[in-house]
């Protein structure tokens, strides 16, 4: 294969045309929050919390909606084994959309939280927000590693260029915009991404359809022609796998600091959660010209294109089916326009999960947990820092670790079983405490681990009902070995469990130590009998009308300055010491009379 010249020129356009709008975001927004008093760390986080509802609809789509999910729906539309029935991303994440538009954005945002962490280290404490950090921050990560990843070998199928130097410099220029722009930059590049990826797909669907090589989708979807009926099937056994994996994207695809970074820089709390549903519905929108691509790919003859006549599933390209449809079936100037603004859409994908993850360590970790008296200039150059390292951590994975998808698949799990029930207690629970909560983070991982993880050949330990074995090939070594499947619905019940396990252990050590059958000196994490027990206790409540957070309440919140999130803190150790002061200089009985008028 030689150099494809045209093929580096639309990538070289898409990566110029993304990289300028980056930077004409942070141009536009430099000054944005100034009048407001917000700190500049803070606007880098979550904008001036201004986003409106176009800007606001493409970067809420675009949590999930990039490269990894459109080649990702192609390839299981592709695939004989799965089919349509299990592209369970489109449904998934629409749905994932729309109920955490419904019972969590409107009370992330009603409070005036800056990130995903900030109402757990309220409630537990910073010890527990550092060690939710950890799955939080493998989540964000090892998704950037792998979607780089995938960019890789997107490019591969358009030019014969050195893949590492493609994944470097993409890399860079995503980085770049990031580190100049923070929220901005990647609010507005996404508009572009999924500009691109709409328009760039839909041009090449029409070719693609009608090349001589392509038999009709409509037949192919329930009949036999080269392959399995795209379409697809459940089998019984498989069942309960299908499910989990589905309330694995549905609830799992909530607590990650991607989509809450977008629902707290809305505008208001109303418009967080119609952003949701708009984004709910893009989602949908734009897996159709996936799965198309997915479903030609199942109904081509490859012996009568240039690819050859030993189809990709066959030479374990499956996972490229996509940019492959697009190289094969189209004319070279639509594959060159089609496949350029998809490796531009994988790399702005990037950026966002590098940006959150440098979100929670600058304000979660290092501000709040070990220099609280940090400045605002202090921790906008440690956002920057961890936003250069935490994007090289992810580029080298993507070079180096051939498991970056188990590593991904993993900590998503991981999400999903520790985060997610930790997220429902904190929010809508009454009187869940520290020790609840490490006691659910120990659950959850240990029954999610025990039950292994194939794709990293990690051996399960706990033996759910109805496992099986069967006899894969190794993505790496190429090698046979026999693997343990669990066909139980185990990280769902790990969930469940999880969940259980915090309401169950937050008041038996309530009952402990206020029953006096544990002396108040035991309370080493300061949970229950500490002088903030009564406040914790008394903040931790349900969400009903008489809350500010009641879903029915539909008035729009003005932007919050990171001073005034003081008062919404229980926990005043999580706090730097001179909001404390600030806070307290301003429970003047003026200011009290002021809120109570606020309040009615």
């Not at 150059?381 to 250069?388: A, D, E, N, S, Y």
Request: negative net charge; hydrophobic residues 50%; charged residues 15%.
């Amino acid at each position: 294969m030689t150099i494809h010249v045209e093929g580096l020129v639309a990538i070289a356009i898409f990566y110029l045309l993304i990289l300028f709008v980056g930077i004409w975001a942070a141009w536009k927004n430099k000054h944005s929050g100034e009048a407001e008093g917000t700190d500049r760390s803070e606007t880098i986080m979550v904008g001036g919390r201004d986003i409106g509802l176009f800007v606001g609809g493409f970067t809420m789509t675009a949590t999930w909606v990039g490269g990894g999910y459109i080649n990702g729906t192609a390839e299981y539309v592709y695939l004989p084994d799965y089919g349509l029935a299990w592209a369970q991303a489109p449904f998934g994440y629409a749905l994932s959309l729309a109920v955490g538009g419904l019972f969590f954005a409107k009370p992330m945002r009603s409070r005036g939280y800056v990130t995903m962490l900030d109402p757990f280290q309220q409630m537990y404490g910073k010890r527990m927000g550092g060690l939710l950090f950890i799955p939080a921050l493998m989540g964000e990560i090892f998704w950037s590693a792998a979607i780089l990843s995938a960019l890789g070998a997107t490019l591969s199928v358009i030019v014969d260029i050195n893949i590492k130097m493609s994944v470097v410099i993409s890399a860079l220029i995503a980085i770049f915009y990031t580190l100049v722009g923070g929220l901005y930059s990647v609010a507005y590049t996404d508009v572009v991404q999924l500009f691109c990826i709409f328009v760039g797909l839909w041009i090449s669907v029409p070719f693609a359809l009608t090349n001589p090589a392509v038999s009709d989708i409509t037949v192919t979807a329930v009949k036999q022609v080269y392959q399995s009926p795209w379409r697809g099937s459940i089998h019984k056994n498989d069942t309960w796998v299908w499910i989990d994996n589905f309330c694995l994207l549905m609830l799992g695809g909530i607590p990650w600091q991607v989509y809450f970074q977008r629902v707290l820089s809305a505008s208001s709390a109303t418009y967080a959660q119609v952003l949701s549903f708009l984004a709910a519905f893009g989602c949908l929108v734009m897996a159709v010209p996936s799965v198309l691509i997915g479903a030609i790919g199942a109904s081509t003859d490859w012996n009568q294109t240039s690819y050859g006549s030993i189809p990709p599933k066959d030479r374990e390209q499956a996972d490229m089916i996509l940019p492959i449809v697009l190289q094969h079936l189209c004319p070279p100037f639509v594959s060159f326009f089609g496949l350029g603004a998809v490796s531009a859409a994988v790399m702005s994908s990037a950026d966002s999960s590098i940006l959150s993850a440098s979100s929670m360590f600058a304000r979660n970790i290092y501000q709040l947990a070990f220099r609280q008296s940090a400045s605002d200039r202090e921790i906008v150059w440690v956002m920057r820092i961890t936003i250069f390292v935490f994007g090289g951590l992810a580029t080298v994975m993507a070079l180096v670790t051939g498991t970056v998808y188990g590593l991904w698949y993993l900590s998503s799990d991981l999400v999903y079983v520790i985060i997610f029930p930790q997220l429902l207690s904190v929010l809508f629970v009454k009187g869940t405490n520290t020790y609840g909560s490490v006691a659910a983070y120990l659950f959850g991982m240990f029954l999610r681990i025990g039950g292994g993880e194939p794709y990293l050949q990690l051996p399960p330990f706990i033996y759910y009902p109805g496992w099986t074995t069967e006899m894969r090939k190794h993505h790496i070594t190429g090698e046979m070995e026999e693997v343990v499947i669990q066909k139980f619905p185990f990280k769902t019940v790990s969930m469940v469990a999880s969940f259980l396990a915090n309401v169950a252990f937050s008041y038996l050590a309530k009952y402990l130590f206020e029953s006096g059958k544990l002396s108040h000196k035991y309370d080493f994490l300061d949970a229950v009998v500490s002088k903030h027990s009564g406040e914790i206790m008394d903040k931790t409540t349900l969400v009903t009308r008489g809350n500010n957070i009641g879903l029915s309440e539909m008035a729009p919140v003005k932007p919050r300055l990171s001073v005034t999130l003081a008062a919404a803190f229980t926990r005043r150790d999580t706090l730097p010491a001179e909001m404390v002061e600030e806070e307290e200089e301003e429970s003047s009985p003026d200011s009290s009379h002021h809120d109570d008028k606020l309040r009615m």
